[in-house]
């Protein structure tokens, strides 16, 4: 629950057919992300979804927590192409509107700011702010607001290890229960993976092997963004992921999953239809709602 009869859908997934855009509908979600969390814009990894567009309006919608307030942010950028830099973006104008969730009534009425003066708007005063971020910077500031975001798109056909610290028993269990003991060690520049199966001697290998944070997120909140679930997992694991997402018992803190998927079957883990969008690319990519396509909940 966010306030009053607001709620967060705490397991997004993107469903559609070979090439129907459920990448690049996870590329803008995790610019417009970044940019909210007032990250350079050359600097976003997903930036590569702009392409040389010679202009881009994003607008984005978001609630704060610290103010109480539910938040649209328009921002226009723009490309520039060099020899030396390849292709460079930067924030032409931005503008920012605010309204207190007390004058919220109703779902449909929470995103018109329609009428309302801006709080903020990008201007000439700020030339000592980098032209690739966003004024997100004073306010994220102002507020001391931050935003967990975990980006696996790059590993849609690879499967990492986090090599940082030692994995949970518990998680190397859920994922092989043969599997007896799992950690690392790293000596000059190379990470030695010590395995050990149930009953058989420990053996030291140099591979890559499969993990996502999901933990992380469950436990502090924030957003985790993966391409294609079912390349990293079996389906009954991926649907055992869903529902810790979905149960509010075990995801505290709001963490959130955005997925995209081939598996038609994930779906029947969703009770509300407002979480499934189906991609489609005709004439452009779309992301519709099935809630709007499907008038029944059954």
């Not at 000592?128 to 790059?154: C, G, P, Q, W, Y």
Request: glycine share 6%.
């Amino acid at each position: 629950p966010l306030f009053a009869n607001i709620w967060v859908n705490s397991a997004i997934g993107f469903i559609g057919i070979n090439a129907s855009g459920k990448t690049s509908v996870l590329k803008v979600i995790l610019l417009a992300l970044e940019i909210i969390n007032n990250e350079p814009i050359n600097h976003i990894e997903t930036r590569d979804i702009l392409g040389n567009s010679k202009e881009v309006k994003l607008n984005m919608y978001f609630f704060s927590g610290k103010t109480n307030e539910v938040c649209r942010l328009e921002t226009i950028i723009t490309s520039h192409k060099s020899k030396s830099e390849g292709i460079s973006y930067s924030i032409a104008s931005e503008t920012m509107w605010t309204k207190c969730v007390d004058v919220v009534t109703t779902r449909k009425a929470m995103l018109n700011f329609e009428g309302r003066e801006p709080v903020m708007i990008r201007s000439s005063q700020e030339d000592f702010l980098s032209d690739d971020v966003s004024i997100m910077i004073a306010r994220n500031k102002k507020t001391k607001e931050h935003i967990r975001i975990v980006n696996l798109l790059k590993y849609t056909n690879e499967n990492v290890l986090p090599f940082s610290e030692d994995i949970p028993a518990e998680i190397i269990t859920f994922l092989d229960p043969t599997i007896e003991k799992l950690h690392f060690d790293e000596n000059d520049s190379k990470t030695l993976i010590h395995l050990k199966f149930r009953g058989k001697e420990e053996t030291k290998i140099m591979i890559v092997l499969v993990s996502i944070p999901l933990g992380e997120v469950l436990q502090s909140g924030g957003y985790i963004v993966v391409d294609e679930v079912e390349n990293h997992f079996n389906k009954e694991i991926v649907t055992t992921l869903l529902r810790f997402f979905m149960d509010n018992k075990l995801n505290k803190n709001g963490g959130i999953l955005i997925f995209s998927t081939h598996y038609p079957e994930l779906l029947d883990e969703y009770e509300r239809n407002d979480g499934i969008f189906i991609t489609r690319n005709r004439n452009g990519i779309t992301a519709e709602n099935l809630s709007k396509i499907l008038k029944r909940n059954d």
